[in-house]
Antibody, heavy 113, light 110 residues
Framework: EVQLVESGGGLVQPGGSLRLSCAAS????????MTWVRQAPGKGLEWVSG????????YYADSVKGRFTISRNNSKNTLCLQMNSLRAEDTAVYYC??????WGQGTMVTVSS | QSALTQPASVSGSPGQSITISCTGT?????????VSWYQQQPGKAPKLMIY???KRPSGVSNRFSGSKSGNTASLTISGLQAEDEADYYC??????????FGTGTKVTVL
């Protein structure tokens, strides 16, 4: 069974940093692209970032480009999202997904002073 | 990277069929056959209902079907049931490794 478990969310001040992790199991992690998607409170889904199976290619939404960095460790079956220069508008539940099909339960990030 | 356009709400009576539209552009929906549909219940993670435009994952009811015409994709729910009440989102591949989601549709079963 595919399982994705996000961690690392919390409360951070504007301008601060946070690192999200996603532990994957139940599939050959290195064979699949992975994705981060977020959902602000009461709002819709927003694609944030993606990474190829090898990690060689990364992609970002314009809203986070230059501030967020996606990475993966295929030996540890772990996906990460390093978030810097955080803004209030980054407040959301962050989901990791296998491709865009199976999703974790999400981790909440709140950016507030 | 503008969001795909969905109706804010759609409603129907039990047993009826409803269709949710998802309008994009020639840069996303119109070019790629990689449209997915998700169901999201309150407080839960989205669940994949349709992928590659019209394919159903194992375990998803055949009451759910997807199609595409030009820049618009559609999700049809036939034989509407109370348990179908949820938010629904479309998502399209938009090239160069990027994706775009729809604005979301709240389905109400009357």
């Amino acid at each position: 069974e595919v399982q994705l478990v996000e961690s690392g969310g919390g409360l951070v001040q504007p301008g601060g940093s946070l690192r999200l992790s996603c532990a994957a199991s139940g599939f050959t992690f290195s064979s699949y692209a992975m994705t981060w998607v977020r959902q602000a409170p009461g709002k819709g889904l927003e694609w944030v970032s993606g990474i190829s199976g090898s990690g060689a290619s990364t992609y970002y939404a314009d809203s986070v480009k230059g501030r967020f960095t996606i990475s993966r460790n295929n030996s540890k079956n772990t996906l990460c999202l390093q978030m810097n220069s955080l803004r209030a508008e980054d407040t959301a539940v962050y989901y990791c997904a296998k491709g865009v099909d199976i999703w974790g339960q999400g981790t909440m990030v709140t950016v507030s002073s | 990277q503008s969001a795909l356009t969905q109706p804010a709400s759609v409603s129907g009576s039990p047993g009826q069929s409803i269709t949710i539209s998802c309008t994009g552009t020639s840069s996303d929906v119109g070019t790629y056959s990689l449209v997915s549909w998700y169901q999201q219940q309150p407080g839960k993670a989205p669940k994949l209902m349709i992928y590659e435009g019209s394919k159903r994952p194992s375990g998803v009811s055949n009451r759910f079907s997807g199609s595409k015409s030009g820049n618009t994709a559609s999700l049809t729910i036939s034989g509407l049931q109370a348990e179908d009440e949820a938010d629904y989102y479309c998502c399209s591949y938009a090239g160069t490794g990027t994706y775009v989601f729809g604005t979301g549709t709240k389905v109400t079963v009357l």
